[in-house]
């Protein structure tokens, strides 16, 4: 049998996913296919890969692991990834990942209803969610687990004058925008090629901030 890839194997959650999303209530085989794919991709070196590669590399992220999430008593939660400090591991919903990829996809139609226009900070993450959509699902995977790099390093808080610490208000964004960066630094470096230009992403942070 041919060893495991990561490109074979997120081929394969996607299938699957497909057939678990649907139904309304997704068929318990579907859920054992996904269950199953998800003990063998952690018990592969695909897991040793992708942290290596998006996670350890940070300051104080080097003894976190990434392992991918298999389904709870309500079938796969609704979140795409999240730490876990029992498991000192960033687990990945495959679900939750591939709805994530569709909800960029059709967040251009977004743009033009009154909850997307319900003031800036909306508006512009929905236009960056669309910009996002350009890319491979796989790639987006990457995002996800260098997004959830950011919000475990909590790049966005700060200290406050008066004592303790706060978050940015657009928190999710800031760090959304922090992983494209660095999947952008990676992309370049491992096949000296633009991400924005190979994808066609058209985003230029300062004009959202200075308004133009």
Known sequence: MAPRTLSSTWKQFE???GKYTAQPQPADTATAQLDDLVRRTNSSKINTALSTLFVEPYPDMAEVSVLFAASGEDGYPDWTTTFSSQ?????????????????????AEQLATATAR????TYRYH??????????SQYMLFLLVLQEVANTRRITEVEKKGGGK?????????????AFKE???????NSGM???????ILWHECDWACGN
């Open 15 to 17: 299938r699957l996913v």
């Open 87 to 107: 498991d000192k591991a960033i687990l990945v919903n495959p679900v939750g990942v591939l709805k994530f990829c569709q909800k960029c996809q059709e967040a």
């Open 118 to 121: 319900e003031n800036f900070l």
């Open 127 to 136: 236009a960056y969610l669309g910009e996002l959509g350009k890319l491979p």
């Open 166 to 178: 706060e978050r940015a208000e657009d928190e999710t964004y800031i760090n959304l925008l922090w």
């Open 183 to 189: 999947l952008e630094t990676f992309y370049r470096a």
């Open 194 to 200: 633009n991400l924005r230009s190979e994808y066609g």
